[in-house]
Each structure stands twice: as structure tokens, then as C-alpha cells.
């Protein structure tokens, strides 16, 4: 959207749903901070687009569940570490740096990941 959270962007994001195809294989979701996990974001891509798989950090599940409706089907929630298969590509999931730095800022009780796809024998972060 053109908000960063509560704060309207001074740059448009640099695409938008539309520019997404009608089928989205994976939407990544790193932590619950509002400049990562826009509601209207998520509502925009799911009326304008078929998901495959939302991979999110746990607790982001119930809330995409509550909030957005999204079938539990299609979300896969990793634990730090954990890694999961989607087609011939790997991820995995690690500690986000960011949640590392706060380690101590108890305003999110969620979990952040960072993601690492292992994508025809090539690692990308």
C-alpha cells in the first residue's frame, strides 16, 4: 500500500498488485510489524490474485486465517530453523536480524524470520 504502517510513504512501492500474475506461487511474510504485514495489502493481493502458499513465522497463521480468511491449506508456518519443500526449491527459515537487534522489545510476541531459498542448486537470501 502507500503506507508504511501508520506512516504514508514518500515513494510509491515499486510495483504493485496489479503488476503480480493472476497465480502468485509464494507470498513470503517475515514478522507482524506493520511495514511487513500490510492488511490492505493482503486483502488487495488475495482479491486480485490466487496464493498457492503464504510461508509466515509462527502466530502470522491464525492471523492471516482471522483477519484475511485465508484457508489454512495454503499457509505454512515455520519455526526458526525449520525448512520446507515447495516444488523443486527449498526454504528455510532463520532468526531475523532485525529480531535479533530487539531481542529485548516485547511489543510483537511473534517470531521474525528471515528466509533462505534454495533455488536449482543456488542459495539466495
Given at each position: 500500500?502507500?503506507?508504511?504502517?501508520?506512516?504514508?510513504?514518500?515513494?510509491?512501492?515499486?510495483?504493485?498488485v496489479?503488476?503480480?500474475?493472476?497465480?502468485?506461487?509464494?507470498?513470503?511474510?517475515?514478522?507482524?510489524?506493520?511495514d511487513?504485514?500490510?492488511?490492505?495489502s493482503?486483502?488487495?493481493?488475495i482479491?486480485?490474485?490466487?496464493?498457492?502458499?503464504?510461508?509466515?513465522?509462527?502466530?502470522?497463521?491464525?492471523?492471516l486465517?482471522?483477519k484475511a480468511?485465508?484457508p489454512?491449506?495454503?499457509?505454512?508456518?515455520?519455526?526458526?530453523?525449520?525448512?520446507?519443500?515447495l516444488?523443486?526449491?527449498?526454504?528455510?527459515?532463520?532468526?531475523?536480524?532485525?529480531?535479533?537487534?530487539?531481542?529485548f522489545?516485547?511489543?510483537s510476541?511473534?517470531?521474525?524470520?528471515?528466509?533462505?531459498e534454495i533455488?536449482?542448486?543456488?542459495?539466495?537470501s
Amino acid at each position: 500500500s502507500n503506507y508504511a504502517g501508520p506512516v504514508r510513504r514518500n515513494e510509491p512501492p515499486s510495483f504493485g498488485v496489479d503488476d503480480l500474475p493472476n497465480l502468485v506461487d509464494c507470498v513470503l511474510i517475515s514478522h507482524d510489524h506493520m511495514d511487513h504485514l500490510d492488511y490492505w495489502s493482503i486483502c488487495e493481493l488475495i482479491d486480485k490474485s490466487t496464493v498457492k502458499f503464504w510461508v509466515v513465522p509462527l502466530g502470522i497463521k491464525s492471523w492471516l486465517m482471522d483477519k484475511a480468511g485465508v484457508p489454512p491449506e495454503h499457509i505454512i508456518e515455520l519455526e526458526w530453523w525449520e525448512a520446507v519443500r515447495l516444488s523443486k526449491d527449498s526454504l528455510s527459515s532463520s532468526p531475523e536480524i532485525e529480531g535479533l537487534v530487539r531481542a529485548f522489545d516485547t511489543s510483537s510476541e511473534r517470531a521474525s524470520d528471515d528466509y533462505t531459498e534454495i533455488y536449482q542448486r543456488r542459495t539466495l537470501s
